[in-house]
């Protein structure tokens, strides 16, 4: 193992023996040979542990941690304890790197001292579809009013962050869930002085898939209002003219995540908040409001009409 690696990169599992092989394996095709991977078991009950420990002794760069079960974000906190290097990285045991990224994102770092975080566009993955995939757009510069609604970072799989701005953020906030990774990055641009800056490639393969239970919904939303107290107390002047249309845009998210749980009654009441909270969303994003509310009738109701229209 090096002493001295370029990147640690931290990736929590949880139950992810089917899929941490090739996560794994997304990182040792890395170019860039000199790196860390802390895979830290967040109390795995199926045969997680045992691969990532037959991983790890085929791969002097791989160290396991198992730890109870506490969270993704206490997971990846507890990497970033153990990371030697000053640039970390982090991959999520479903997700798929591109074999150059870590090269690319260390050179932006290394001609660019005043970034803090960087991230790439991101290949949207369903397992079933056949379709060409979709990618989420570029952004050179994230400023804190960006990350107030989505993520446009997609996924916490996309960060890569100098070591030295997480220990001033105090690493991620455990007691969230879902959104911690908006969170993180949302405190970085609003109150560190380095920035959060994109990279215009699609250099991270992201999963897409897994039904949303109503205790998942029912914990984004407490992380949710934990983050709004947030962004209340640190940019009020964000805060205090959008907090309608923020809310609104929330309930929607939570809407569309009710429907991949085929939960449409919840989805409904969901929507129904966000026209409640802002009537203006029909006019903002007319097609997705409108699509949420037919995806959510055509499950609710035997209409082949609308279906066909979801289609």
């Not at 078991?41 to 760069?61: C, F, M, N, V, W």
């Not at 990846?76 to 991959?91: C, M, P």
């Not at 949207?124 to 989420?136: H, L």
Request: proline share 6%; aromatic share 8%; with cysteine.
């Amino acid at each position: 193992m090096s002493a001295h690696p370029s990147v640690s990169v931290i990736m929590p599992v949880y139950n992810a023996a089917k899929t941490l092989y090739a996560s794994v394996l997304s990182i040792q095709a890395q170019t860039c040979r000199s790196w860390e991977l802390i895979l830290v078991d967040d109390g795995s009950t199926d045969a997680t542990l045992e691969i990532a420990g037959e991983l790890a002794q085929k791969d002097p760069r791989i160290r396991v941690i198992s730890q109870a079960n506490a969270g993704p974000a206490a997971a990846r906190n507890t990497g970033i304890g153990l990371a030697r290097a000053r640039i970390v990285a982090f991959l999520d045991a479903d997700d798929i790197w591109h074999r150059h990224r870590l090269a690319v994102c260390l050179q932006h770092f290394g001609t660019n001292p005043q970034t803090g975080i960087v991230f790439t566009r991101v290949n949207f993955i369903e397992p079933q579809a056949k379709a060409k995939p979709a990618t989420s757009p570029h952004f050179d510069v994230l400023e804190a009013e960006h990350l107030l609604s989505e993520n446009p970072v997609c996924t916490t799989s996309n960060i890569v962050a100098r070591a030295v701005l997480l220990e001033r953020l105090g690493g991620f906030d455990a007691r969230m869930a879902y959104i911690e990774d908006q969170d993180l990055l949302y405190r970085a641009a609003a109150g560190s002085p380095w920035t959060v800056e994109g990279i215009d490639r699609p250099l991270l393969d992201y999963r897409i898939g897994g039904p949303s239970r109503s205790a998942d919904l029912v914990r984004t939303a407490t992380s949710w209002h934990r983050f709004m107290g947030r962004v209340k107390a640190m940019t009020p002047e964000l805060y205090r003219p959008r907090w309608r249309q923020l809310s609104a845009d929330f309930h929607r998210n939570q809407a569309r995540r009710a429907l991949r749980g085929s939960l449409p009654g919840t989805a409904l009441g969901f929507i129904s908040r966000a026209l409640l909270r802002d009537p203006l969303i029909l006019f903002r994003m007319p097609r997705r409001v409108g699509l949420t509310i037919a995806a959510a009738l055509a499950l609710l109701l035997p209409i082949p009409q609308i279906k066909e229209f979801v289609r």
